[in-house]
């Protein structure tokens, strides 16, 4: 069975430029989460999104969002990048709010 | 707000030592997971508890959840290289899943 699968694996952009990072869950599990992972900060909670829906949402600001299709996979988008936007962006995957399972992230460098 | 208190941050052992690392809170989870997060990969799952006192064995790896739900132990015996990683705790507290800072364990052969 196929884990969680993200792209790009590596995206490199400059500040005030937009990105879109991409995410399919493990088949059958119709919550998808994002988090964000910088360097010394542990891994903070940005989106969570399930059926569809936007169910709750990090301290982040409005420049970060995202949106669920209805075959479950997600994408997230940033707006107007800044250089502290630089992380390691995982996609998380579970049946309702049960385990969460993990892709393999997405790294963004904000020149 | 929910924290959850991983220690220690780092730890450097010989392989063949024995490790302990911590999660504590003051707040009561309905499970608590641990993973293992490589550099530049994604966090892997080891073990979900759910139960107080429940302990959980994965080879040399020990997992107890406290009585109360708010602590958990991971415990390594007769570390191996292959260990080295980056720890992590999270609790799930209502639909949210709450992570530790983190344990960088580093084991030198």
């Known amino acids: 069975e196929a884990g969680v699968t993200q792209s790009p694996t590596h995206l490199i952009k400059t500040r005030g430029q937009q990105v879109t990072l991409r995410c399919s869950p493990i088949s059958g599990h119709t919550s998808v989460y994002w988090y964000q992972q910088a360097l010394g900060l542990g891994l903070q909670f940005l989106l969570w999104y399930d059926e569809g829906e936007e169910r709750n949402r990090g301290n982040f600001p409005p420049r970060f969002s995202g949106r669920q299709f209805p075959n479950y996979s997600s994408e997230l988008n940033v707006n107007a990048l800044e250089l502290e936007d630089s992380a390691l962006y995982l996609c998380?995957?579970?049946?309702?709010?049960?385990?969460?399972?993990f892709g393999p992230g997405t790294r963004l460098t904000v020149l | 707000t929910q924290l959850l208190e991983q220690s220690p941050q780092f730890l450097s052992i010989q392989e063949g030592e024995n490790l302990t690392v911590y999660c504590n809170s003051s707040s009561v989870f309905s499970s608590l997971q641990w993973y293992r997060q490589e550099p530049g990969e994604g966090p892997v799952l080891l073990v979900t508890v759910v139960t107080g006192g429940e302990v959980k064995k994965l080879k040399r790896l020990t997992f107890q959840f406290g009585d109360a739900r708010k602590d958990s132990s991971l415990h390594i015996t007769a570390a191996q290289p292959g260990d080295t990683g980056l720890y992590l705790c999270?609790?799930?507290?209502?639909?949210?899943?709450?992570f530790g800072a983190g344990t960088i364990l580093r084991v030198k052969s």
């Open positions: 999270a609790g799930a507290y209502g639909n949210k899943l709450v």
């Open positions: 998380a995957s579970s049946l309702g709010t049960d385990t969460q399972y």
